[in-house]
């Protein structure tokens, strides 16, 4: 289920932190890398509730789990085992507002890199809304990179047109996000967590 250097959000008692798996045995542990900055890891005893944020097969994932050990020498925390993992509850398509520039690229028919912009609309988990003054095709594999309005980047990130409208002076495109890499996946997560918390942010 796990992947040894994969990343994984962890929270607790309003703190967050990005850590990586160093290692772990089903039914028994989780060993993540814990950097908690100011805070002071000797107060944090067993038992510590922790939630984990991560993505698996390209899905937001999460679990509850709790601290059994602190190895404050290796900077590295023993979670134990997750019984569940649930895949994030979040609909996959609750669009959430942006406005940002998009660098979009395809491979032409005679297999140059075409690379223009577009501009972004509204984001989710699953795709991206964008208007675009040059025109696509549905069914079109494009590779977009940009930043969220919450400072993460979705970079090289495949997805195909689902949909292309002509409107005025250009199109509004949808693209679906085709198995996106962890770290988009996570990036994405981490916003649209933001956007919710925060009652959505507004170009």
């Not at 005893?45 to 602190?70: D, N, W």
């Amino acid at each position: 289920m796990f992947t040894v250097g994969q990343k994984i959000q962890l929270e607790w008692d309003r703190k967050k932190a990005i850590s990586r798996i160093r290692g772990f045995r089903k039914g028994h542990y989780v060993l993540v890398d814990m950097d908690y900055g100011a805070d002071d890891p000797a107060k944090l005893g067993g038992g510590q509730k922790v939630v984990a944020r991560l993505t698996l097969e390209g899905a937001p994932c999460g679990f509850v789990t709790r601290l059994s050990q602190f190895l404050y020498q290796h900077g590295i925390a023993a979670l134990d085992y997750p019984e569940i993992v649930e895949r994030h509850i979040r609909p996959e398509h609750e669009w959430f507002p942006m406005s940002a520039p998009v660098e979009v690229m395809r491979t032409a028919q005679d297999n140059d890199l075409e690379e223009w912009r577009v501009t972004a609309r509204e984001v989710c988990l699953g795709g991206l809304r964008a208007f675009s003054k040059r025109a696509v095709a549905q069914g079109d594999t494009m590779f977009l990179t940009f930043t969220l309005p919450a400072g993460g980047k979705v970079d090289n990130a495949q997805a195909t047109v689902a949909s292309a409208a002509k409107g005025k002076g250009g199109y509004e495109i949808e693209f679906s996000f085709v198995a996106p890499s962890d770290e988009n996946a996570q990036a994405l997560l981490n916003f649209t967590d933001m956007a919710t918390t925060r009652g959505g942010f507004h170009p």
